[in-house]
């Protein structure tokens, strides 16, 4: 399987502040198939970053994706309430399908 | 606006069958690809498989021949049958949209049921 870890485990961080988080898999991932999700407590996840860079119906322009191979970023810039939540990477290049272990966003 | 609404129910005891259905309203279930995902209590989330209405499955080997996931074009739904289930099977069950074949990620989602094993 492709095993996805994620860095940090928790961001805490202010409103207005910058957060970066990072996702790493252990075979290399076409870029096509690297998808990015925000989950909050009792809610199921909803899809941010589709194709690394493509940001999903609905989602703000100060949230974008980047990376290649095995390396990939999530960033939001001018973090706002709705951003504090648990972030999860996710990879389709390969069966089975695998997400990461996941980053939380506090506020600090 | 595609909306999955996920039924069934929330007990199962050990070595029986776990079964959840998700109905589909704003699409039909004959387009697009139909996954289970789950979330055992603090663990990351694992695809389970999907489905595709007149092509092939692909499951999780993780689940051997334990799953079977299909749809029914008479209710636009599709369904998630986990047989021989044990304490570790004790989950938030998701029902999740895929666009294409080549656009695999999830776009849309059910609302989850949590489902505890226990006799």
């Known amino acids: 399987d492709n095993v996805l870890t994620q860095s940090p485990g928790t961001l805490s961080l202010s409103l207005g502040e910058r957060a970066s988080l990072s996702c790493r898999a252990s075979q290399s991932v076409s870029s096509s198939y690297l998808a990015w999700y925000r989950q909050k407590p009792g809610q199921p996840p909803r899809l941010l970053i589709y194709g690394t860079s493509n940001r999903a119906t609905g989602v703000a322009d100060r949230i974008s994706g980047s990376g290649s191979g095995t390396e990939f970023t999530l960033t939001i810039n001018g973090l706002e309430p709705e951003d504090f939540a648990v972030y999860y990477c996710q990879q389709s290049k390969s069966s089975p399908y695998t997400f990461g272990q996941g980053t939380k966003v506090e506020m600090k | 606006q595609v909306q999955l609404h996920q039924s069934g129910p929330g007990l199962v005891k050990p070595s029986e069958t776990l079964s959840l259905n998700c109905n589909v309203s704003g699409d039909s279930v004959r387009n697009y690809y139909w996954n289970w995902i789950r979330q055992p209590p603090g663990q990351r989330l694992e695809w389970i498989g999907y489905?595709?209405?007149?092509?092939?499955?692909n499951y999780n080997p993780s689940f051997k021949s334990r799953v079977s996931i299909s749809v029914d074009t008479s209710k636009n739904q599709f369904s998630l049958k986990l047989s021989s289930v044990t304490a570790a099977d004790t989950a938030v069950y998701y029902c999740?949209?895929?666009?294409?074949?080549?656009?695999?990620?999830?776009?849309?989602w059910g609302q989850g049921t949590l489902v505890t094993v226990s006799s």
């Open positions: 489905t595709v209405y007149g092509g092939s499955d």
């Open positions: 999740a949209r895929s666009p294409t074949v080549l656009l695999r990620h999830f776009d849309f």
